[in-house]
């Protein structure tokens, strides 16, 4: 590097390794960066819909990954070409933003690049292609308002949440369970929404798995598991009606720091010592006994004499717990971290459930949606989901109810398999808002994709309590928009007109890809669908994956989010009008 100054004293810098970098400028740095967008696809492509392939990836370390996820598969490739970083990054904000459709995304932005580059080649400038792209969006955003069908759902009527989420789920690998997992995933959803605020916080959602069982064993737990045991193996295994001090201090006496130096010469000092220290601890297991907690859960661990103390004063107690889980197990029993040992109360070890359920149930206010939500209002629970209060009533009757609720706050602890493998259970809370997931499987490579699933069909059903416009899916949904954007090209006199048309002819690449990766002829499957849905006007005829016998997807419940499938078209048209903008590409070249 130089400073130098031009003819007028200004300095400037000169660059040696400039020389040094490779450079492509104009039509060439575009279709260098096409390619690369469209290698990306490709690799995907072949992953998209139910029948779609899955691919299997190694990490440095050696462990396997066998997805057909596409974030997740674009997550682990490790690309390096700055194109291909940014597929990455658009498959990356879909699933951010929506969580599913995320293969569809790159299929759509390699379609639009490969239009792109024949509208390139025969002339037309990069930026009429992206002005022409971005009208086409909007064409077909608008378009699939107009086509978008509304349904309502309740508490009572939750199968439209269901068939919407079994969709997601049909293209996994997990199909095989996707109506139990469904059904958790809607249930899960509903126990933690908001419903008047139409919100939902995933996070209240965990999603645990344990190697083993069957995948048909995953359950749904309205309460926290977590994935560590009682510290003393004779500590009760079960505790009724818990009262749970949350800790996130120390939970022994005092060490002495490295920088402080104690002075033990005698037996007598080291004994009064052991002593204290013994005092100290046995003093703060007797504050917990008389604030009224039966289960003391640490952040930190405590020695084995502190365990053996425990375990003799009666007082059970988890070591080592992570710090969400905490929060989790806080929100759940409605009690409080406790930070610092001696602001430890019995106020923060959780509410009495029993009152408000027991008034509910009393009164029978299984029709009286309003009066469960003003009784906790009132008490400053609103947060609680009414919705699942209402669906336990109309599912299960009041005396199960009564059960449900009776037992509010048990913890237990659950072996599995043969191995010496705990987990803790901790159910009926007061506050259902906090729920767990509870995966099983025959190895961790189906652990791992079932809670990859779960987390699409978890956005899916959330996005509907946000929004609850569908369109119909298998392509159908696509189809109909190039339908729309083709017939709006004709109104453009400009040059845009070709890119608007390209535009449409990408948008069939969903469904020309969805017919080849099940088996059928892709272009004659897609003129026969088209055909038909121009000829009855109806926009519902898909491609018809599974073979059912059918191409209207409303007869198959193949349905996907509206917004799914906007941000889908927004996101492929935004990344792909950024990859045609770029005219210069300076690199290091490789020695
Ligand atoms: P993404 O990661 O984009 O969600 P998927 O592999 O999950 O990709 O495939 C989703 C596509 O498969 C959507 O276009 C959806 O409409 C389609 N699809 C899912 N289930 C079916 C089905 N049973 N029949 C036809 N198409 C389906």
Known sequence: MALAFD??????????????????????AQKANISAGKAVARILRTSLGPKGMDKML???????????????????????????????????????????????????????????????????HPIRVAEGYEMASRIAVDHLENIAKKFEFGPTDLEPLIQTCMTTLSSKIVNRCKRSLAEIAVKAVLAVADLERKDVNLDLIKVEGKVGGKLEDTELIYGIVVDKDMSH??????????KIAILTCPFEPPKPKTKHK?????VEKFQTLRKQEQQYFDDMVQKCK??????????????????????????????????????????ATGGRIVPRFQELSPEKLGKDTWLLFIIAIVFDLRHLDVVPCLLYSLIGWHSICYGLMCSLYCTFGISDVIIFFIKAGLVREKSFGTTKDRMLYIEHCANSRAVTIFTRGGNKMIIEETKRSLHDALCVARNLIRNNSIVYGGGSAEISCSIAV????????????????????????????????????????????????????NPNFGIDCNDVGTNDMREQNVFETLIGKQQ????????????LKIDDVISPSEF
């Open 7 to 28: 003819e007028f004293g200004r300095p400037f810098i000169i660059l040696k390794e400039q020389e040094q970098k490779s450079r492509l400028r104009g039509l060439d």
């Open 568 to 579: 889908q078209i927004l996101l492929a048209t935004q990344v792909v009008k950024m990859i």
């Open 262 to 266: 104690v002075d033990i010469d005698t």
């Open 233 to 242: 193996p004779q500590m009760p295994k079960r505790i009724e009606d818990a």
């Open 58 to 124: 190694q990490s440095p370390d050696g462990d396997v990954i066998i997805t057909n996820d596409g974030a997740t598969i674009l997550e682990q490739m490790d690309v390096d070409n700055q194109i291909a970083k940014l597929m990455v990054e658009l498959s990356r904000s879909q699933d951010y933003e929506i969580g599913d459709g995320t293969t569809g995304v790159v299929v759509m932005a390699g379609a639009l690049l490969e239009q792109a580059e024949r509208l390139l080649e025969r002339g037309i």
């Open 290 to 331: 008389d604030v009224g907690a039966t289960l003391v859960i640490c952040q930190w661990g405590f020695d084995d004499e502190a365990n053996h103390l425990l375990m003799h004063r009666n007082l059970p107690a988890v070591r080592w717990v992570g710090g969400v889980e905490l929060e989790l197990i806080a929100i």
């Open 486 to 537: 083709e017939a709006a090209a004709d109104r453009y006199p400009g040059v845009e007109q070709y890119a608007i048309r390209a535009f449409g002819d990408a948008l069939e690449a969903i469904p020309m890809a969805l017919a080849e990766n099940s088996g059928l002829q892709p272009i004659e499957t897609l003129s026969a669908v088209k055909s038909q849905q121009i000829k009855d006007n």
